[in-house]
């Protein structure tokens, strides 16, 4: 972010707006869970607000405040915003940072971030000295951290280096090979330290995914935690000699908790890379899909578990860990409950890491991949029972897919692939994987009620169909950029996006045309950073991606490269022992999503619930559908849930649950003790944030982002954009087209 692009911008009449809105302040902590001034919600990440305004009895007269459009075109969106002293704090257009009047959606400044290329997308962090005279607002852009003046939205010129923090720096690899760090996802603030994971990627050439924590008032690392251990630090002797040197991953990409009380700081760290291939990483991999308990101001390790021994199914545990007090055994016990995308909710004493209920060691299928070698046993709790569907065989096959042809199709698929349940390592045939990869519980999917011990899981089902296959060294060849870049395709994007470019919807969108609807940037922003399911490909340079732009612009200029022999074989698998940086072993995936090609998923539903667990007696208590797909719902079928939810869900004292769903564009209010729907708001766009739950002038509001679906998975609401004739362009709407990507917020009538 350079020295021009910290301009700051006043909207009409903000300027006095802002002196009132900051005027008789209320400290942010003064009442707990009444304010939402942290990524959910506060530091412990409860996604849970104390408000009783809005209850189950007036619920259904909630209706639209105001609407502030963000975003720019549909990608890498799903903020959660924060409150604080009557603003809201949001990322807007162009990646800028803005402060709004949180009762009107006014302008008050927004912070130029010169268009970033990425940024912490799902929210921002606000931090304020003892006595209120410094206030801060923390985020990243492009590996920089950030901070800025949360009253003016000014640079704070005397945070590193005029305002910067080099992320890429102090992860023992040469910055300048380090493509990508920086999280989607903010970090915790705990008194005067901003603690941050990282997104490295999931490719092979990763870095670690190193955990660290930053001064806010000078930007100066306060220390670090290597998640893949050095020599002579506890776990070492888990993985081959000098694996820190060289692979990367074991990052906290999601969500971060923090018990301010004890001063303890709670990471779920995801799995080593590559995902499905770990010959060159032989053994348990600590820290690789542990929930590790850290002091928060040091950095000292204090506990751990580790959820997946020696990962190859990309199961990170995503959502924030959730700290409640139950009664367990006659006693009251504070625990802390970690949600997987294996469908497992783990529970644990918070202060001493111990299971509340016994975890077993129980035997997994072998893996039959030349040199891998899976661990034998795997963890699974006893109790509370799974939130997801573990399981997917061919009497599972959903009935809703149109075609019967297909629906068969997919049968023999599942009959003739390796399926052995849960922790089937994937191989060289087709494997299936239930949960899939893409399933579970993933970011904002858990929320707790401090005052009930009740944990509520947004869940998915989704099976994936895996198939390791040999990944050759990049070729490089001559020729236009364009013809360049079609030979990256085929070695990098082929396998997923296939090669006439159709992809394998409804996960894996085909790119015929992708140029001109999203633009060069954001597909470069796309390739750096990942956008789930695709990984990040930090081994692509810049003039790479500058080729495979000019292919896909123009896929008819490009000249076929020579073939790849067709006997192509991974090269010679390394001494796990003695690892050989230079020729190791090398498979990939092309994660392999089952979905039909209308849309649908290969299972039967439902495709996504909402499950409700007392963990005092750690037992479900309820479980329902979570939303529903449009164009089913219209003849009548309701009960599927909806497909591929992203976001997550916030609970109230005022007895509700809100949640947002992508395939019906629909905001719903649930019944927090039944899980019946209340209420139902169709959204013009289609929902994809955590909802944030805040009052201001007396008035409780819901707000949740939301950005334009797609016709796949049966979204209508990216058809929307064009729908409405009435749009006209003009010099604040150019395109004409109706703005519907941004925060809706919602309160009762006046």
């Known amino acids: 972010m350079g020295r021009a692009a910290r301009s700051l911008v006043i909207g009409a009449g903000a300027t006095t707006l802002a002196l009132t809105s900051f005027s008789s302040p209320q400290h942010p902590s003064s009442k707990p869970y009444t304010t939402w001034n942290d990524f ?52 807007g257009k162009s990646n800028n940072i803005v402060a709004l009047n949180a009762a009107t959606g006014q302008e008050i400044w927004v912070h130029d971030t010169g268009h970033a290329r990425s940024i912490t997308s799902r929210g921002i962090n606000y931090w304020e000295s003892k006595d209120r005279k410094d206030r801060r607002l923390l985020f990243s852009t492009n590996d920089k951290l950030h901070a800025i003046d949360a009253s003016t939205g000014k640079t704070i010129d005397t945070f590193g280096d005029h305002g910067d923090v080099d992320l890429r720096v102090g992860l023992g690899r040469d910055p300048q090979t380090v493509r990508h760090i920086q ?24 870095p670690p995914g190193d955990v660290r924590a930053y001064d806010i008032q000078t930007g100066k690392m306060a220390w670090v935690f290597h998640t893949i251990p050095h020599p002579g630090e506890f776990g070492y002797d888990t993985w081959p000699k000098d694996a820190w040197k060289r692979i990367g991953g074991v990052n906290t990409w999601g969500e971060i908790t923090v018990d301010e009380k004890r001063g ?21 991999d600590l820290f690789g899909d542990c929930l590790l308990a850290l002091d928060a101001r040091t950095g000292k390790y204090l506990w751990h578990f580790q959820l997946i021994h020696h990962d190859l199914w990309d199961y990170d545990p995503a959502p924030s860990p959730k700290l409640l007090t139950v009664t367990h055994n006659g006693k009251k016990v504070d625990v802390i409950a970690q949600a997987d995308k294996n469908g497992f909710l783990y529970v644990f004493d918070r202060v001493t890491g111990k299971p509340l209920w016994p975890i077993v060691e129980r035997p997994v299928p072998k893996s039959d991949v030349p040199g891998e070698q899976a661990w034998p046993t795997q963890p699974f709790p006893t109790a509370p029972p799974p939130f997801a569907r573990q399981t997917f065989t061919a009497d599972d096959i959903d009935p809703y897919i149109a075609d019967p042809a297909e629906r068969e199709k997919i049968r023999n698929e599942v009959l003739h692939a390796r399926n052995e349940g849960l922790y089937t390592p994937p191989g060289l045939t087709n494997t299936i994987e239930m949960p899939g990869n893409g399933g579970g519980a993933n970011w904002g999917a858990e929320a707790a009620d401090p005052t009930t011990g009740v944990v509520y899981v947004q869940a998915k089902n989704a099976p994936s169909m895996l198939k390791l296959e ?12 364009a013809t360049q870049g079609l030979s990256l395709y085929k070695q990098n994007c082929q396998i997923c996006h296939q090669s006439e470019l159709q992809g394998q919807p409804p996960g894996i969108p085909a790119l015929t045309g992708v140029v001109k609807k999203i633009g060069p940037d954001q597909i470069t922003n796309v390739i750096t950073n990942g956008l789930p399911p695709m990984p990040a490909f930090p081994d692509l340079s810049s003039g790479d991606i500058d080729s495979l732009i000019a292919y896909l612009a123009d896929p008819s200029s490009a000249k076929a490269a020579p073939a790849l022999p067709a006997n192509l074989k991974a090269p010679p698998l390394p001494d796990p022992a003695t690892p050989d940086e230079a020729t190791p072993a090398r498979y990939w995936t092309g994660y392999g999503y089952m979905d039909s090609t209308d849309g649908l998923p290969a299972i039967k539903g439902p495709w996504s619930t909402l499950t409700a667990y007392d963990l005092n007696s750690g037992t479900i208590k309820w479980q329902v559908p979570l939303g529903e797909v449009s164009r089913l719902a219209a003849k009548g079928i309701t009960d599927t849930g909806s497909y591929w939810p992203r976001g997550g869900v916030a609970v109230t004292g005022g007895g509700l649950i809100f949640a947002g769903t992508k395939s019906d564009s629909k905001l719903r209010a649930y019944d927090k003790d039944t899980g019946k729907v209340l209420w139902v708001k169709e959204l013009p766009s289609a929902p994809e944030g955590i909802p944030a739950v805040y009052e201001t002038g007396g008035n409780e509001y819901v707000v949740i ?5 797609t016709v796949l998975a049966g979204t209508e609401a990216g058809s929307r954009q064009n729908s409405d004739p009435s749009y006209k362009p003009d010099s604040k709407n150019p395109t004409g087209k109706p703005e519907v990507q941004g925060y809706y917020v919602f309160s009762l009538p006046k």
């Open 40 to 91: 959910e919600g506060g530091p412990d990440s409860s996604q849970y607000s104390s408000l009783k305004q809005i209850d189950k009895s007036n619920v259904s007269q909630l209706q639209q405040a105001w609407f502030y459009p963000a975003g720019d075109n549909g990608l890498l969106f799903g903020s959660n915003p924060i409150v604080v002293d009557n603003v809201m704090y949001v990322i």
């Open 183 to 206: 999280s989607g996802t903010p970090g915790k603030v705990f008194e005067n330290l901003l603690i941050l994971g990282s997104a490295p990627g999931e490719e092979y050439g990763s």
């Open 264 to 284: 303890i700081a709670y990471f779920p760290l995801g799995a080593p890379t590559y995902d499905f291939y770990g010959a060159d990483r032989i053994g348990a």
């Open 470 to 481: 040999p990944k050759p060294p990049t070729r490089r060849v001559s020729g236009s950029p």
């Open 705 to 709: 982002s939301a950005r334009p679906g």
